[in-house]
């Protein structure tokens, strides 16, 4: 039977991979507009924390790709081992897309002309901040109950008979 926190979690995580490949688009479209000096095109425009927040953009939308795929594969095998790469990278890249969220406000502050473009990224990363959070959340809800993840007691796999391990493999011999 399938637990609570991975049936929730499998298609936030989906989500949170195609918003992060779309802030990873149009971020990197809107980078390299600044790059050239373009910024009176219609659909872009930008302020003095432009560049600063594209590119934690395009950082956190790198990592939160890749903890995607690790969580794509916790959320496969669902046990206490794959948990710890899986929530290891999610929360980097949870704390990434913070930062690009502190970004994101203090571009919407400072004001001036943004395009369209420019504010889907800065949407799209106030989303991804709540929803890595929760997506953060939900692979580790086993700390609080085997029923919501894979727990961090589980005793079936890894030599938890009970016996204890002798180091050597010559214990009890003798010469």
């Not at 969220?101 to 502050?109: P, R, T």
């Not at 395009?115 to 949407?123: H, T």
């Given at each position: 039977m399938a637990t609570v926190g991975r049936n929730v979690a499998g298609p936030l995580m989906f989500l949170n991979l195609i918003m992060y490949l779309l802030v990873l688009g149009f971020a990197s479209w809107c980078l390299n507009r600044f790059i050239n000096g373009q910024t009176h095109h219609p659909s872009f425009g930008g302020n003095g924390a432009t560049m600063f927040f594209l590119t934690f953009s395009i950082l956190a939308s790198v990592l939160g790709v890749v903890s995607k795929f690790i969580g794509g594969n916790h959320l496969r095998m669902w046990r206490s081992d794959s948990l710890a790469g899986a929530g290891a990278t999610s929360i980097i890249a949870w704390a990434v897309t913070a930062l690009a969220?502190?970004?994101?406000?203090?571009?919407?502050?400072?004001?001036?002309?943004?395009?369209?473009?420019?504010?889907?990224?800065?949407?799209?990363?106030i989303i991804l901040t709540f929803t890595q959070l929760l997506y953060v959340l939900l692979i580790h809800a086993g700390l609080f109950s085997s029923r919501y993840g894979p727990g961090y007691r589980d005793g079936d796999y890894g030599g938890t008979t009970g016996e204890p391990i002798h180091k050597g493999g010559t214990a009890g011999t003798h010469v």
């Open positions: 969220f502190g970004l994101a406000c203090k571009e919407i502050n400072i004001g001036g002309h943004r395009g369209w473009r420019l504010r889907i990224v800065e949407a799209f990363i």
